[in-house]
């Protein structure tokens, strides 16, 4: 009897560990002899669940099983996979858990028996039906998710949604906010600017902030940087300083640009947006403007044409600074002109205008509507530092371009574009003709004192007075005089430098690769510097310093440093 009570044990003991799949009890398919209600029940103290339908520990409270609260705990559970300590019964295999039998034994051929009752214990359990034991699980959940009941607040929901289509401006804001968090109601930032649109078209400020973020977030399909940021601008006038009823600059706009082009774009966007928040300043106050202004394209299309100055009118700095982006952009005229554009924006540098140097600088910087030029991109940064521009580009490209040559080679030349602009001698022609920095030491005298230029004067390049031809022929005859030479790289190896023109006699420097054989037959290519002098092309040129590897011959002139 002992074996045969041993056997049903292990047999059961088996059944259960099968059934629990190793102490998991997954909620999804449930196991024998323990019911979700007890496993329920163990982890229900100490926590709650907010109307989204987030489980959270709070002491003293207990989770009421609700069919909202329960898709929350199944959430829950297969998220957190917490443990429990359960009873399960393990049932007699004799009697299949029943405890024995029961009932009424009679003969049923025999009509007149009434039958006698029958209550047997089972002799395998002792009439328990089994045994309880103390199990540790973890709770988890595999299954799909079944699908939200309504909960409270999406019920609410429902009600704002109705109230918002009704146009209830403080239920649209409601709704924006919905969809903007994704909490009870599927995430839309579609929907979520929709309605923020039209409470903003009810008259609900407090529209604009949330509705500027989505226009500037880049992730969004309708990114608009410069529409968003104009937006905030309305939402936070103390963000921006007014410049007449038609522009405002931005006391602090982050710029985290690393290149030019990054930079050039983001400063167009902030001019963009500059002329566009007044704009929608004005619109919001007038009910037949109000959509419209909300609208990127119609804003945009909808500026008051502009007419032209008036004759004898001498616009100050900032008005031709304003006009120039706007006639940039095309905002009032019949469409984008950008040369003309910097042709005002020029106007407003020479007048001492910061923000029109800092924009003149990156568009020479990046070849666009100029000639690349990264001296003359570095000499105009430079200027709109001094004049106080606070674009953190500006310094940050200060200090990438003062790590190269270009610093070195042109060092005074800021400061005597710096003395022109003070005297008010600078021109839009001066800007545009200083693509060769080198200018700067024939031009600027002249301009400075008054004096008829000189014939250095009407140089555009640095093909004056020698070619880069006649200047590398020039350093060929040298070589050959010097060393015996075997051959000099091709032109567009060598590097010509025009260090220095005194008005009289202009100074190069040319670098280059070059072969010759010296006195003991050795062979040699190396680097070769040449520098000479020449006053005119039909005076020879005079030779001052040659080094080619192991050979030198003179020494290096002073106006051949890494100096204009």
Known sequence: MLCVTRYFFLMMVCLAATALRGDVYDCSKGAPGISFTQVFGQLADGLDCTEDGEIFAAAGKRLQLTDFTKVAFFRYVASVNPTVTVSQLVRCSTCN???????????????????????????????????????RLTVTYTGPFPPWPDSPRLVAFRGKLNSARDGNGSAQL???????????????????????????????????????????????????YAFGLALSAVADPTSVQAEGGEFVSFKVVANPATDPEAAL??????????????????????????????????????????????????????????RGVARYFGYGFPGPDRQEGLRLLESAACLKDADAFFLIALHFDLAKDYPASSQTAWAYYNLANRLGEKDPF???????????DVATDWADAPDALWDCLQQGKFTPKLIRDFIDLSLYRVVLPSVLAGTTPS????????????????????????????????????????????????????????????????????????????????????????????SAGTVHFGQPPPQCGRRP
């Open 97 to 135: 858990g029943k405890g024995g039998r029961k009932g009424i034994d009679r003969n049923a051929n025999d009509i007149l028996d009434i039958g006698r009752i029958v209550d047997e214990r089972c002799s395998s359990c002792n009439g328990s039906g089994g045994s309880y034991q103390q199990l």
């Open 174 to 224: 409601e709704v924006a906010q919905a969809y903007l968090e994704g909490k009870f109601v599927s995430k839309s930032l579609e929907d979520a600017r929709t309605w923020f649109v039209k409470a903003a078209i009810q008259g609900r400020r407090e529209a604009l902030g949330p509705l500027a973020l989505l226009y500037m977030d880049a992730g969004n399909s309708f990114h608009d």
């Open 265 to 322: 774009r983001r400063q167009l966007q902030v001019l963009e947006a500059g002329l566009l928040a007044p704009r929608i300043a004005l619109g919001l106050g007038e009910k037949a403007l109000v959509e419209k202004v909300l609208s990127p394209v119609e804003v945009r299309q909808g500026f008051p044409t502009k007419g032209p100055v008036a004759a004898g009118v001498r616009p100050d700095k900032r008005t031709l600074f304003i």
């Open 394 to 404: 500006c310094m940050t490209r200060l200090r990438q371009l003062e790590r190269t």
């Open 455 to 546: 014939p250095y004067d009407t140089a555009t390049t640095q093909e004056v007075p020698l070619s880069k031809g006649q200047v590398l022929a020039q350093v060929r005859e040298m070589l050959r005089l010097k060393l015996n030479l075997l051959g000099v790289s091709p032109d567009d190896e060598s590097i010509v430098r025009k260090c220095w023109d005194d008005g009289s006699t202009r100074y190069y420097s040319v670098s280059g690769i070059v072969t010759f054989v010296h006195p003991d037959s050795r062979r040699e290519t190396a680097p070769y510097t040449v520098c000479f002098m020449v006053t005119t092309p039909a005076t020879p040129a005079t030779l001052l310093y040659c």
